[in-house]
């Protein structure tokens, strides 16, 4: 027996190519995706995705002008996202949680405002490109492994004391 996708259930007007998106609004290339709004385009798989953001694939919390977003929860305002948590204002991140203002991060957490950081360390950029490029490669098969021990909680997400 063959399965298709279900056509949307809700549907707002000026939508382009999103017959199997679901609550839809305003946004192009939409494909078994709940919860896009406003200008998104080529969002695939997804949950939440709003506010000119583009090029997301399975992931969910997408939020404010985030650009190529794979795997990851929690963005905003960032791009070239990876397997990645609880992102803000940050830029090529691979394996990520708790970072804002970050770029070029490769396995860090609970840092801000930091560049061509490795496991929370910070290196020169030659050294850095090297070892993101050497690390990407050798890891290629292990990405959902490493990204399952991402077990860092959002920054207050969950937190019964905040101030």
């Keep these: 027996m063959k399965q298709v996708p279900v056509v949307n259930l809700v549907h707002y007007t000026s939508n382009d190519n999103a017959n199997y998106g679901d609550c839809v609004l305003s946004s192009r290339n939409v494909y078994l995706s709940s919860t896009v709004i406003s200008d998104c385009?080529?969002?695939?798989?997804?949950m939440d995705v709003r506010y000119d953001?583009?090029?997301?694939?399975?992931?969910?919390?997408?939020?404010?002008?985030?650009?190529?977003?794979?795997?990851?929860?929690?963005?905003?305002?960032?791009?070239?996202?990876?397997?990645?948590?609880?992102?803000?204002?940050?830029?090529?991140?691979?394996?990520?949680?708790?970072?804002?203002?970050?770029?070029?991060?490769?396995?860090?957490?609970?840092?801000?405002?930091?560049?061509?950081?490795?496991?929370?360390?910070?290196?020169?950029?030659?050294?850095?490109?090297i070892l993101k490029k050497k690390f990407l490669v050798e890891e290629k098969d292990n990405f959902e492994r490493l990204y399952e021990k991402i077990i860092f909680p959002g920054a207050n997400h969950n937190s019964s004391h905040i101030q």
């Design 41 to 46: 385009e080529n969002i695939f798989y997804s």
């Design 53 to 129: 953001s583009s090029n997301v694939f399975n992931s969910m919390q997408v939020i404010n002008y985030c650009e190529n977003v794979y795997h990851s929860i929690g963005i905003q305002h960032s791009f070239n996202i990876f397997y990645s948590k609880y992102i803000n204002n940050c830029n090529n991140v691979w394996f990520g949680a708790n970072l804002t203002g970050c770029s070029e991060c490769l396995m860090c957490h609970n840092m801000d405002n930091v560049s061509y950081c490795f496991r929370n360390q910070q290196y020169s950029k030659d050294d850095y490109m």
